[in-house]
């Protein structure tokens, strides 16, 4: 893998171990609007469209950024306008997750070689990550959630179905604790720039996507095995309980 700082072809830093980067090149999405009838005689205002900061908009809001981040963790403008930098997801996941069994952890060379070790074998095995555990990540401001989620169970070697999982911003308002979920299209670098370094302000956590409905078929046969051996055992515990 070749190191560049051009967004549109990739980006990957090397200098900590401990980094994940993982960015792909820049994409726009296009979200299709929602036509509302407005009662007749009703006149309301005109929306403008919410222009795109300029260069040195995003200029100006970075150099702010980068004189309140404390730990030598700033952004890096380059010359597209694109640029880079870093956020910390909570893992807060009740759920065990699915990942090959037998593999020996991933190394640097696998991560630099991008080697797949997941495929390497076809036993799965469950168990559960550390609740509420962080995860720096090194990324762009082109890097969507769904490229976050998927980056996330790559390094954990997850092979869950990413659509089991998403993304929330967590604020604090009031005195109470707020989670909004995010779109699959939404960049997290540019919500970070916004909001600024404090992660008082604003984190992101990673949680079950809970559509109110389990989505049965995005689990493996396998999978659903080890739910039923689950829930026998939580049976049989009830059982010796009364």
């Not at 401990?18 to 009662?39: G, V």
């Amino acid at each position: 893998m070749t190191v560049d700082s051009s967004m549109s072809s990739g980006y990957c830093s090397l200098e900590e171990e401990l980094e994940d980067c993982f960015f792909t090149a820049k994409t726009t999405f296009f979200r299709n609007a929602q036509s509302k009838h407005s009662p007749k005689n009703v006149c309301k205002p005109v929306e403008e469209p919410r222009r795109p900061p300029t260069l040195q908009e995003i200029k100006q809001k970075i150099d702010s950024y980068n004189t309140r981040e404390k730990n030598c963790l700033g952004m890096k403008l380059s010359e597209d306008g694109t640029y880079t930098g870093f956020i910390k997801v909570h893992l807060k996941l009740r759920r065990p997750v699915t990942v090959p069994a037998g593999i020996r952890p991933q190394s640097i060379y696998d991560a630099i070689k991008e080697v797949n070790l997941a495929a390497t074998t076809d036993k799965r095995t469950s168990f559960y990550l550390p609740l509420d555990a962080i995860k720096q990540l090194h990324i762009s401001s082109t890097t969507t959630v769904s490229e976050v989620i998927q980056g996330l169970l790559k390094k954990f070697m997850v092979v869950d179905n990413p659509q089991k999982f998403a993304l929330f911003k967590r604020t604090h308002k009031d005195g109470q604790v707020l989670f909004q979920k995010l779109s699959i299209a939404d960049c997290p670098l540019y919500l970070r720039l916004l909001a600024g370094p404090d992660t008082d302000v604003l984190s992101f956590v990673l949680k079950e996507n809970e559509t109110g409905e389990v989505e049965w078929d995005a689990f493996s046969i396998p999978e659903l095995q080890n739910f039923l051996t689950i829930l026998e055992k939580e049976e049989q515990d009830k059982i010796q309980q009364v």
